[in-house]
C-alpha cells in the first residue's frame, strides 16, 4: 500500500508538470518548461521511493503497470476538474483495458 501512495502522491505531480501548463497557453514557453521542471522534480522524489520500495515484492513489469493505471486515474480526473474537459465514453473503455493489463499482470497462471 505504501507503494501505491507513493505512486498516487507522485502521478499527481507528474500530471501538473506535464499538463497544469494546458490552461496557461500564453505564459511563454520557457518558464513553462521551467516551472514543469521544478514540478517533476517533487515527482521524482516520491516516484524513485515506490519502485525502490515497490520491487520488494512486485516485478518492474508489475509496478510500471500499477503505475499506469494510476497515472490514468490521476489524469482522468485532472482533466475534468482543471482542465474542465469532457469526459467520453471510449475514455472509460480504454481505462477499462488498462485494469484489465494490471489484472493479467498480477494473475497467476
Not at 497544469?20 to 511563454?28: C, I, N, Q, V
Not at 513553462?32 to 512486485?58: D, K, M
Not at 503497470?65 to 467520453?88: C, D, G, H, N, W
Request: net charge positive; with cysteine; proline share 3%.
Amino acid at each position: 500500500m505504501k507503494t501505491v501512495l507513493l505512486l498516487l502522491i507522485s502521478n499527481i505531480f507528474m500530471t501538473f508538470a506535464w499538463y497544469g501548463h494546458l490552461k496557461f497557453k500564453d505564459t511563454p514557453l520557457f518558464k513553462v518548461i521551467v516551472l514543469s521542471w521544478l514540478i517533476a522534480f517533487f515527482e521524482y522524489c516520491f516516484q524513485v521511493p515506490a519502485n525502490r520500495v515497490g520491487h520488494l515484492t512486485f516485478s518492474a513489469a508489475q509496478l510500471k503497470i500499477i503505475q499506469e493505471a494510476i497515472t490514468l486515474s490521476v489524469f482522468m480526473v485532472f482533466s475534468v476538474l482543471y482542465l474542465r474537459e469532457p469526459f467520453k465514453w471510449n475514455y472509460g473503455a480504454s481505462f477499462a483495458l488498462v485494469l484489465a493489463a494490471v489484472f493479467f499482470a498480477f494473475k497467476r497462471f
